[in-house]
Each structure stands twice: as C-alpha cells, then as structure tokens.
C-alpha cells in the first residue's frame, strides 16, 4: 500500500495537466498540484533525455508517455495507478493522436479505472465560477483566445499564433548575442557583459536561457516599448548579474531585459501580437456579446506569470481598440481582467481538481469497459461515438 493511501480513506482521483513545457499533477480537491515537473523523460530506447511532445510517431508517443506516467505515479505522487480515476486536462486543440495515445496508456498499461478530458479553456473558468469570459492562454509554444459565452466556446472565433516562452527565449538568446558582440565590436569591456570573455552564449543551455528569461527579464510599459520599435533608446535599466557557476558571471544588460518581451507585443505585417488576437477573436463574436467578453479576461499560462504582462496588455488594447482598423467595428471602450485563485500557470489544473471532486465525474468519465468496447475516445467532433446521433439512426 502506497504513502498516500494509508493516509486516506477513500481514493480521489488524479489529476494531470499535461503541458508542452511543464506538467502539472496532482489530487482532486486540493487547492494545488502535488508536483511541477518539465514534460521529458529519458528515451527507453535511445537512452536521452527528450520532451514527451517532441515525439516521431504514435508508437514513439506511446513509450514516452508510459515511461513519464510512470514518473509522475511513483516518484512524485507515491500511489498506485490501478483503479483510480484520472482527470486530464487539455486543449480543445489537442492533436488527436495525443489524448488516444494518452487514454490508451492509462487503460492498458496502467489499468486505471476511468478518465474524464476537460477543456482548459472551459474548467478554468470553475475556479472563478464564470460562464462568460476570453481565455487567453499564453503557454510555452503558442497564445491561444478562446471566447467562452454562458458555458459554450464559441469555437469559429478561436485565435492562435507561435508567441509563447519559446519565442521570448529565442528572443532573448539572440538579443545577449547582439548586445555581446555589439560592445566587443565597439572596443568597450567586453568583461562588462561577460565574465569568462570567451564563453559561448549559443552553447548556454535551454534551462539558463530560461532561468535568466524568469529571474532578471521583465515586460516593459507601452510608452517606451513604442520607443524602442522606433528605434529609440530611452534611459536603459540596470545591469543584472546572472551566475554560471563558480566565477562565471554573465551580465545581462538593461536593455536585453526590457526588450525580451516584446516579441510578444510586435505587430508584423499579418498583426499577429498578442492583443491583435484578442480584438480579432471579439470581433468574430456576435455583436451582443463583445462587451461581456472584453470586460471578462481571464489570462491563463506561465509566459502571462512576467512582472508587468497585464499591464502592458491592457495599455496594448485600450490603445488598440481605438486604431482606425478597429474602432469603426468595435465599440469597446474598456477591458477588464479577473484575478485568479492561484497563479496563472496552475488556474487550468485547480479547475480540473474542483471538477474532479464532484460527482459529475463519475457521471461523464469514461469507464474502462467502456473503453474496451469503442476502442477509442469518443469525441465532440465524431459522429461515430456520439450516442444521441446513432440513437436516432437506430430509431429511423
């Protein structure tokens, strides 16, 4: 008998958020995950270290998942998965090749008892007890806005580009470059910025590069992010110093930190910043709906979790929203954002773990006989596992 099942009486169910970054898991009820953990996981194959995501094909997925589930089940949360109900949490554009392989590993491999997905951009509403919001979710490789009107996601108005935590790491990676060889090049100290000299910053690892982007960058304020993209230098802010290891230190120079983030904010020539996806997500809404959505923003993600992302978003829109491309469509003249119950990053998973508490879920999860029959997970989008639409073929 595991730890935690000698503690409790009855057997609550697991809940997993399975990120492109980072997974969270943990029990239903609680008010947060038991564990964070990056999504990889050593190859059984090849013996590497790889990003469960980042898998060639279903046979691949399917070793990955049963190799990091294990992971989850018995080093971080110490109980066993048989029998026991399991909540996951995805995206309504999740690949469906992920929750089939998801829901096949869990049904053959580990044996457990059902499995509920929950829509994030749905469930974390639970936790703010809303029916009508914009859920943006800025995650590691994508922002996705997703409008949501008295419970139902108004799906031909979703919106989604590749600006999330990779784009801000690329970011900053060749902004460290540039800063670097720019003072190298001018014949400054180059040991302002750089201690040892000759150190690589293409060789730093993904983790620092990420470390650095959490510890010393910051989302700077729409007046001098304006200034910038003019190419004005305004006053830079200080360095911050950022130790390697040992005598190794790196020096991030002001303007690296303020200007990470905007990658976010650029408007290129399809205007796909992360504001121009919101107002475009409204506008594909009915007219009477716009103005609960625009003043019922809930921001979800680990990217929005930067000091200053909100501010900045709402500076972006309130002067978006009165451009002469928008304002003669949209009659908004103010936005509002909730504040979740937890941080940004783990909003969608408490969702899942209120949701999981109640006695819905018993109702609605798929059982494993059930599963064994369909073989396979039924979905919205597929007639063929929709049992109102074969119970009226069958009456006809």
Same mark, same amino acid.
């Given at each position: 008998?595991?730890?935690?099942?000698? $503690?409790?009486?009855?057997?609550?169910?697991?809940?997993?958020?399975?990120? *492109?970054?980072?997974?969270?898991?943990?029990?239903?009820?609680?008010?947060?995950?038991?564990?964070?953990?990056?999504?990889? %996981?050593?190859?059984?194959?090849?013996?590497?270290?790889?990003?469960?995501?980042?898998?060639?094909? +279903?046979?691949?997925? &399917?070793? =990955? #998942?049963?190799?990091?589930?294990?992971?989850?089940?018995?080093?971080?949360? $110490?109980?066993?998965?048989? @029998?026991?109900?399991?909540?996951?949490? +995805?995206?309504?554009?999740?690949?469906?090749?992920?929750?089939?392989?998801?829901?096949?590993?869990?049904? #053959?491999?580990?044996?457990?008892?059902?499995?509920?997905?929950?829509?994030?951009?749905?469930?974390?509403?639970?936790?703010?007890? $809303?029916?009508? !919001?914009?859920?943006?979710?800025?995650?590691?490789?994508?922002?996705?806005?997703?409008?949501?009107?008295?419970?139902?996601?108004?799906?031909?108005?979703?919106?989604?580009?590749?600006?999330?935590?990779?784009?801000?790491?690329?970011?900053?990676?060749? /902004? #460290?470059?540039?800063?670097?060889?720019?003072?190298? /090049?001018?014949?400054?100290?180059?040991?302002?910025?750089?201690?040892?000299?000759?150190?690589?910053?293409?060789?730093?690892?993904?983790?620092?590069?990420? @470390?650095?982007?959490?510890?010393?960058?910051?989302?700077?304020?729409?007046?001098?992010?304006?200034?910038?993209?003019?190419?004005?230098?305004?006053?830079?802010?200080?360095?911050?110093?950022?130790?390697?290891?040992?005598?190794?230190?790196?020096?991030?120079?002001?303007?690296?930190?303020? *200007?990470?983030?905007? %990658?976010?904010?650029?408007?290129? /020539?399809?205007?796909?910043?992360? *504001?121009?996806?919101?107002?475009?997500?409204?506008?594909?809404?009915?007219?009477?709906?716009?103005?609960?959505?625009?003043?019922?923003?809930?921001?979800?993600?680990?990217?929005?979790? !930067?000091?200053?992302?909100?501010?900045?978003?709402?500076?972006? =829109?309130?002067?978006?929203?009165?451009?002469?491309?928008?304002?003669?469509?949209? &009659?908004?003249?103010?936005?509002?954002?909730?504040?979740?119950?937890?941080?940004?990053?783990?909003?969608?998973?408490?969702?899942?773990?209120?949701?999981?508490?109640?006695?819905? =879920?018993? #109702?609605?999860?798929?059982?494993?006989?059930?599963?064994?029959?369909?073989?396979?997970?039924?979905?919205?989008? /597929?007639?063929?596992?929709?049992?109102? &639409?074969?119970?009226?073929?069958?009456?006809?």
């Amino acid at each position: 008998m595991s730890i935690y099942d000698g $503690l409790t009486a009855g057997k609550p169910a697991v809940v997993v958020d399975f990120g *492109a970054r980072y997974t969270k898991f943990g029990f239903a009820g609680e008010f947060s995950p038991r564990c964070i953990i990056p999504t990889q %996981v050593i190859c059984p194959s090849s013996r590497k270290l790889r990003w469960v995501f980042d898998y060639e094909d +279903e046979a691949d997925l &399917y070793a =990955l #998942l049963v190799t990091f589930i294990h992971k989850l089940y018995f080093r971080h949360a $110490l109980v066993s998965p048989k @029998d026991r109900d399991v909540v996951v949490i +995805e995206s309504i554009l999740s690949p469906t090749k992920f929750r089939d392989t998801v829901a096949k590993v869990l049904f #053959l491999h580990y044996e457990v008892s059902s499995l509920l997905y929950l829509p994030s951009h749905l469930i974390v509403l639970a936790g703010l007890g $809303l029916s009508t !919001a914009l859920v943006v979710d800025v995650g590691y490789s994508e922002s996705q806005v997703i409008p949501v009107y008295e419970g139902v996601p108004i799906l031909n108005a979703w919106q989604a580009q590749p600006i999330g935590s990779k784009a801000v790491e690329e970011r900053l990676r060749k /902004n #460290l470059k540039e800063a670097y060889e720019e003072i190298k /090049n001018a014949g400054g100290d180059a040991s302002r910025v750089l201690k040892p000299i000759d150190l690589d910053l293409e060789t730093l690892p993904d983790h620092v590069i990420e @470390d650095i982007k959490v510890r010393t960058c910051f989302v700077t304020t729409y007046e001098r992010g304006k200034a910038m993209a003019d190419g004005i230098r305004p006053p830079q802010p200080p360095f911050a110093d950022y130790r390697l290891g040992g005598y190794s230190v790196l020096r991030i120079p002001g303007e690296v930190r303020e *200007a990470t983030y905007e %990658v976010v904010f650029e408007r290129d /020539n399809e205007q796909s910043s992360l *504001a121009n996806l919101i107002l475009e997500s409204i506008l594909k809404c009915g007219i009477d709906t716009r103005r609960a959505l625009a003043e019922n923003l809930v921001i979800v993600g680990g990217t929005s979790m !930067a000091p200053g992302f909100k501010s900045r978003l709402i500076s972006e =829109l309130r002067r978006l929203v009165k451009d002469n491309f928008y304002k003669p469509k949209l &009659y908004i003249s103010n936005f509002k954002m909730h504040v979740p119950l937890v941080k940004e990053n783990v909003a969608s998973w408490l969702g899942g773990s209120i949701f999981g508490a109640t006695d819905m =879920l018993p #109702l609605r999860a798929l059982t494993k006989e059930k599963y064994f029959t369909l073989k396979t997970v039924p979905d919205w989008c /597929n007639l063929a596992t929709n049992e109102l &639409y074969l119970s009226k073929l069958t009456l006809s």
